[in-house]
């Protein structure tokens, strides 16, 4: 894995041995009449997901942060303030296995509950811890981010400049608790370049951080497209709505 | 599709959209064939290591993007790898683009 810039002091390359694939999900359900999505669908995702545990997919980026974490399937539940209803982050042995991963969840049912868009790429840079770090964060913030039209014109002086700036943001992500999972590239498979994970305590953390990102002017060179929500188990994010003979609309 | 991909147990799609990036109509024209001369090697290298190019495609006019390439790669990894050839080569800093990944479908719609 080449990583798409070099170092900074807050981040650093991922050692090749840890070198693993990663798959986001942004997901809306559509399940709205019985019949589409039920029990026995469920049951197969979750048969599945098994599966890509014991196939060496990390399934909570927590794991990613603390390995003797339960490797439990995490979800966002980020529906309160997007259009899309969940999110998740997983890690996959390989490419070619992250992304034959998701078709196999679609076919055992997922494709019935929600329309998915999966970005799939590979980790970039190990994960930061921030400061005063616990392990109680319970919501997530993601940022996906791709470099403008300015940056590609930028010399190459003027990009390192823009890495020193934004790394004091990124220092005071850290301050803000933040505990970020490295970063992931998305460049082979989607137009955004970068996702990056946080662990926060809530809301307003990412706003206060982001705050820091603007003053350094961190969006002069960058898209970005930021998604907040609370960490639940995947399991009860996937539930289906509703029982069977259930016919009235939400 | 070629032998090699129709062999290959992991073939992938590979779709490319590009759109020259501002700058590059400023680019000198000397620089951009060199750049070209680069990147078409590249292309070459990738279909001596089994990749199949459809062609590039004119799209501008029901997209953002204005080409679009359609290609099959044995892996999503080997797609990858020739991608990131193009990347240490400057092609992104001169093209905006979206990639697509994909495997093709085994069933019929059901």
Redesign the interface.
């Known amino acids: 894995m080449?990583a798409?810039t070099g170092d900074t002091d807050v981040f650093t390359a991922e050692g090749a041995d840890r070198a693993r694939a990663c798959v986001l999900f942004l997901a809306t359900r559509q399940d709205d009449l019985p019949g589409i999505y039920d029990a026995s669908h469920e049951a197969a995702i979750n048969g599945v997901l098994d599966e890509l545990v014991a196939e060496g997919w990390i399934v909570s980026q927590r794991c990613v942060f603390d390995p003797e974490a339960p490797n439990v399937p995490m979800g966002i539940d980020t529906g309160f303030t997007h259009s899309h209803d969940l999110a998740g982050v997983f890690e996959a042995p390989?490419?070619?296995a992250?992304?034959?991963g998701t078709?196999r969840l679609e076919k055992a049912g997922w494709v019935r509950a929600f329309k998915t868009e999966w970005l799939?790429g590979?980790r970039e840079f190990s994960p930061v811890f921030g400061k005063g770090a616990h392990s109680d964060h319970e919501w997530a913030f993601l940022a996906l981010w791709e470099w403008n039209?300015q940056w590609?014109?930028a010399a190459v002086d003027e990009r390192n400049d823009y890495d020193l700036e934004c790394d004091e943001a990124f220092k005071g992500d850290l301050d803000h608790e933040v505990n970020i999972s490295g970063r992931m590239r998305f460049?082979?498979?989607?137009?955004w370049h970068h996702l990056g994970y946080w662990e926060i305590a809530g809301p307003d953390v990412a706003d206060s951080a982001i705050r820091g990102h603007e003053r350094v002017a961190d969006f002069k060179f960058t898209t970005s497209r930021h998604i907040v929500g609370r960490i639940r188990p995947l399991g009860d994010l996937i539930a289906p709505k509703k029982t069977e003979g259930e016919g009235h609309n939400v | 599709m070629s032998d090699h991909a129709q062999k290959s147990g992991a073939d992938c799609a590979w779709l490319h959209y590009a759109r020259p990036r501002p700058h590059w109509y400023l680019t000198a024209q000397a620089d951009k064939d060199a750049l070209c001369v680069s990147w078409n090697s590249i292309r070459k290298a990738a279909t001596e290591k089994g990749a199949v190019s459809q062609g590039r495609f004119h799209i501008r006019g029901q997209h953002d993007f204005e080409t679009v390439e359609i290609w099959r790669f044995p892996s999503s990894q080997a797609a990858y790898d020739h991608w990131q050839a193009l990347v240490e080569a400057r092609y992104s800093e001169f093209f905006a683009f979206s990639n697509n990944i994909g495997l093709e479908m085994e069933d019929a719609v059901k």
């Open positions: 080449s798409l390989s490419l070619d992250a992304l034959a078709v799939i590979l039209d590609c014109e460049d082979i498979a989607h137009h």
